[in-house]
């Protein structure tokens, strides 16, 4: 059965604050750890009052203090907002303290509004190939150093961190194709173009000495509950954060709602039915087929899973209930 791994906002439930979220983060991972999932991601976001993880890495080391066996990692980090040399340091680190479970997702949005991207790069001036100068730059600090080399990331150079590119078009399909990298494809939000980039990527894939067969990973949604209705009250609470933030009315998780339909215009739910179109939602059953058309479907190799849910034991659940039919589909295949 297709392997899962989680992936991490950090959310701050309406009513909590961010040490809290960042408390729950680390909880969730020892509990993902004893469920067998196999990577632990968190993503970096900034100005968003809903969000705890925009200091990527200084978040993955408290996560990675409170595990023992998880893949930790990035998904991602947003490439335009630093400098290579400071990412290679930052993982280098993290590596260094928890060598073979360290992941390094990359991305080249800014993770952010304009404002936010203005204060944490100071300008907003680039060019088409900056990210791709960039990405080969931070691999390069990861190298064994050579003799006499003058620029070193230490802790960094020499580690073994494996690097992904990730995206929500077909632009980093092919730039993960070209490097012969591993692809993760953001359709729990943006799923339009899915296919396009998974078969541009796997098309156009060039082995590499990191990676000899392309490998796709794609982010869906799932809230998973003892009963059809419960799973969807829960998924409400990401319909209205989806809702808020397309609104430019960013804000903490909000708390699920019974009456959600009489809360969405035609525009709204249009909206909703096209960024969360990936989405499984449901009790044990449901949550089973929808795992199983997805896979089959998509043919990913992994799949990245994510569950905004307001109450966090109600969110180990959901991940717990879905642990229980991957291993159970597991044994059967």
Not at 4 to 10: E, G
Not at 220 to 240: G, H, K, Y
């Given at each position: 059965?297709?392997?899962?791994s ?5 959310p701050?439930?309406e009513?909590s604050?961010a040490?809290?979220?960042l408390?729950?983060?680390?909880d ?6 004893g469920?067998?999932y ?6 970096e976001h900034?100005?968003?009052p809903?969000?705890?993880s ?9 996560v990675a ?9 990035a ?18 680190t993290l ?13 080249r ?6 404002r ?8 907003l001036a680039?060019e088409?190939?900056?990210?791709p ?5 931070l691999m390069a600090y ?6 006499g080399?003058?620029?070193?990331a ?13 995206g929500?078009s077909?632009?980093g399909?092919q730039?993960?194709?070209?490097l012969g ?18 078969a541009i990527y ?5 082995p590499?000495a990191?990676?000899?067969k392309p ?12 009963t059809?209705?419960?799973?969807r ?6 319909q ?5 933030l397309r609104r430019?009315r960013?804000g903490k998780l ?13 525009h709204g739910?249009a ?7 990936c989405?499984?939602v449901?009790?044990p ?9 997805f ?7 992994e799949?990245?899973?994510?569950a ?7 969110r180990k659940?959901?991940?717990a209930?879905l642990?229980?039919?991957?291993q159970e ?5």
């Amino acid at each position: 059965m297709i392997p899962l791994s989680i992936l991490d906002l950090s959310p701050i439930p309406e009513g909590s604050d961010a040490g809290q979220a960042l408390r729950n983060s680390a909880d969730l991972a020892r509990h993902a750890e004893g469920l067998g999932y196999g990577r632990f991601w968190m993503a970096e976001h900034h100005n968003m009052p809903g969000i705890a993880s925009a200091a990527t890495a200084v978040a993955l080391a408290h996560v990675a203090a409170a595990t023992s066996t998880i893949r930790i990692g990035a998904g991602g980090i947003m490439l335009p907002n630093h400098a290579p040399l400071m990412v290679a340091e930052q993982f280098g680190t993290l590596a260094a303290l928890h060598p073979g479970r360290v992941d390094l997702g990359l991305g080249r949005a800014p993770g952010s509004d304009q404002r936010a991207a203005m204060a944490i790069r100071r300008n907003l001036a680039g060019e088409v190939d900056d990210f791709p100068r960039d990405v080969m730059e931070l691999m390069a600090y990861f190298e064994p150093a050579q003799p006499g080399q003058a620029l070193r990331a230490v802790p960094g150079e020499g580690l073994d961190i494996p690097v992904w590119i990730l995206g929500s078009s077909t632009y980093g399909a092919q730039l993960a194709a070209a490097l012969g990298l591993p692809y993760a494809f953001a359709s729990h939000f943006a799923p339009e173009q899915m296919r396009q980039a998974m078969a541009i990527y796997r098309e156009r894939f060039k082995p590499a000495a990191r990676l000899a067969k392309p490998h796709v990973m794609l982010g869906v949604n799932i809230v998973a509950a003892p009963t059809d209705a419960e799973a969807r009250f829960l998924f409400t609470s990401l319909q209205q954060s989806f809702l808020n933030l397309r609104r430019g009315r960013p804000g903490k998780l909000p708390r699920p709602v019974e009456d959600m339909a009489s809360r969405i215009d035609p525009h709204g739910q249009a909206m909703l039915d096209h960024a969360l179109a990936c989405a499984i939602v449901g009790g044990p059953e449901t949550v089973r087929r929808g795992l199983q058309a997805f896979a089959a479907e998509t043919g990913a190799d992994e799949l990245m899973v994510t569950a905004a849910i307001h109450d966090h034991e109600l969110r180990k659940r959901s991940y717990a209930i879905l642990a229980g039919l991957h291993q159970e589909l597991a044994a059967a295949a």
